[in-house]
């Protein structure tokens, strides 16, 4: 994603812990810890992936991505289709993704990347091309809405 910045990956952290669980000096309770709304976004507005669970390799992980930031108001801290980010980075200024690995059949979870994302990272000229197309398409829709209504008042 062209906005994307300031990424911070938590993997070192991840093989930290998996190394404890495997030694004994942390049980997998304390791991495998997702909350019921946690398993549900990861049900329903996550992303598979081809990586197994490293606790109880049953099931393949899902990637759930969070949104915050000051201009989403009331939808900060939503889950969110990773589909859905290009067009948020595109109408916000900035907002931070939080990319979390769920397994839905034991329950592991851990924060495996953060970063922003919106339209502060673009140049002036990336800007205005983004602005430009908006504009456009937003014309097109306005032609179609038009003219369908036009030809409906006509068979009136």
């Known amino acids: 994603m062209r906005t994307q910045r300031q990424l911070v ?8 812990v998996l190394r404890d ?10 791991v495998c810890d997702a909350s019921p709304y ?6 329903f507005h996550g992303e598979p992936t081809e990586e197994r669970c490293p606790i109880c390799r049953r099931e393949n992980l899902t990637l759930v991505h969070y949104i915050y930031g ?3 108001k009331q939808t900060a801290g939503q889950a969110r ?5 290009p067009v948020l980075a595109m109408t916000l200024r900035e907002f931070q993704v939080f990319v979390v690995e769920v397994c839905q059949s034991c329950a592991w979870n851990h924060l495996t990347q953060q970063y922003l994302l919106g339209r502060d990272a673009l140049t002036a000229d990336e800007l205005d091309r983004v602005e430009a197309v908006a504009a456009s398409s937003a014309a097109g829709r306005h032609r179609e809405i038009g003219s369908s209504s ?7």
């Open 21 to 30: 669980v495997h030694n004994g000096k942390i049980g997998t309770l304390e």
């Open 38 to 43: 946690l398993k549900s976004a990861a049900r």
């Open 70 to 72: 000051d201009e989403l």
């Open 81 to 85: 289709k990773l589909a859905e980010l």
């Open 9 to 16: 990956d938590f993997s070192l952290q991840k093989r930290a």
């Open 150 to 156: 036009h030809s409906w008042d006509g068979r009136n």
